[in-house]
């Protein structure tokens, strides 16, 4: 045994390099071809971007009050800090800003604190966010009790209402959605009947129309003492039209779950709402966040629409801050700054969605 050799069999060396030049020679200069159109597509980039970066980063004017401020020939940066609270709280009063942002600060601890996986009691968490959170922002930005003063919605606008309508909408939409989706797969005919109707209903008219309605043609129909407001009635049309279609996004989602999931439960003495909200609705949900959070960023960009009832948010005040003018021509800064905000907010959306894909996924 002492004079054995042990044989080790050697491994054939790789054949290709790894690292980043191996990756750019497997993926954009793996042939004549590629190379040529990846070069082609490199000069194609310099060409385009090279004019806008320095529009917009070399040559523009950042540092001033005034449009005399602006004579580089570049994007003029200075109108959007001149007009940046505005964009940001709309015709809220200066004196208490404070108040936005501490509803600010309160919404963004809220999220980090479901986001981030370390962090513990995740239950309360959400108790705080879902039932806590609304009634306190509501108290700090409307005011009037408490001995804080008084903001009527009318004066709301910017980047806030945009929040607004858009968190609204959102945690508002789901629940709704979701009982719309199981109620639309009842066996019991008056409740899935309703729920159909609902459904085709909303998913068939345009979000313009109903808000159009519920501006204009909604007080038409209520007794006269009953005035409700319009910020109100604007909230009310956009979760009602989204929870349309959150209902067809997680009926898909459960139509998609085998019947022997079910089937199962039900073996194990569990009733239906047991098995619904134990089994079926958890999978259901995360097979389908990626078509939720679609439906959440496009109702997230819909709250500009909200400008035909008389609402400013973040794009209309920009809109309205183009005519103003001392700064006329400038509305390409202008249009600039609001894709950038929409953008960020969407892209954050996005990208936490497939992290919770990422950490749900248990493969099937």
């Known amino acids: 045994m002492a004079n054995e050799k042990t044989l080790v069999s050697a491994r054939a060396a790789p054949n290709h ?55 580089s020939g570049g994007a003029c940066w200075v109108f959007i800090n001149a007009r940046f609270e505005q964009f940001i709280y709309g015709f809220y009063p200066d004196e208490l800003h404070w108040r936005v942002n501490l509803t600010f600060a309160l919404l963004a601890g809220l999220l980090a604190w479901l986001a ?17 959170f609304p009634v306190v922002a509501f108290v700090l930005l409307h005011g009037g009790i408490f001995g804080l003063q008084l903001v009527p919605t009318y004066k709301w606008g910017g980047l806030m209402l945009t929040l607004v309508l858009a ?14 989706a199981l109620g639309r797969r009842s066996k019991m005919p008056i409740i899935k009947s309703v729920c159909v109707i609902f459904i085709e209903f909303w998913r068939g008219v345009p979000l313009i129309t109903v808000l159009f309605m519920a501006s204009v043609m909604l007080p038409l129909f209520v007794p006269t003492e009953v005035n409700l407001d319009k910020l109100v009635r604007a909230l009310i049309g956009i979760t009602l039209f989204q929870s349309a279609y959150i209902a067809e996004v997680v009926r898909g989602g459960l139509q998609a779950i085998p019947r022997g999931q079910s089937e199962a439960a039900a073996a194990l003495g569990l009733g239906y709402w047991k098995r619904t909200g134990l089994i079926v609705l958890p999978q259901a949900l995360k097979m389908m966040i990626p078509g939720i959070v679609n439906t959440f960023i496009a109702l997230f960009k819909d ?17 309205a801050s183009l005519a103003d003018p001392d700064w006329l021509g400038y509305a390409i800064e202008g249009y600039v700054f609001a894709a950038l905000v929409f953008w960020i907010f969407c892209f954050s959306m996005s990208r936490y969605s497939q992290h919770l894909e990422r950490k749900l996924h248990t493969g099937h």
């Not at 968190?167 to 719309?180: D, K």
């Open 17 to 71: 390099s790894v690292g980043p030049v191996a990756w750019l020679r497997g993926n954009l200069f793996n042939g004549p071809i590629s190379s040529v159109f990846t070069l082609l597509a490199i000069w194609a980039l310099i060409a385009g971007l090279t004019p806008v970066f320095e529009w917009a980063f070399i040559n523009a004017d950042w540092l001033g009050e005034t449009r005399e401020a602006c004579d």
């Open 116 to 132: 981030i996986p370390r962090l513990p009691a995740k239950r309360w968490a959400a108790v705080l966010t879902l039932i806590v």
């Open 167 to 180: 968190v609204v909408g959102i945690v508002g939409a789901l629940p709704i959605g979701i009982m719309l």
């Open 303 to 319: 709250t500009s629409l909200v400008l035909i009832i008389g609402l400013f948010d973040l794009l209309a005040i920009v809109q």
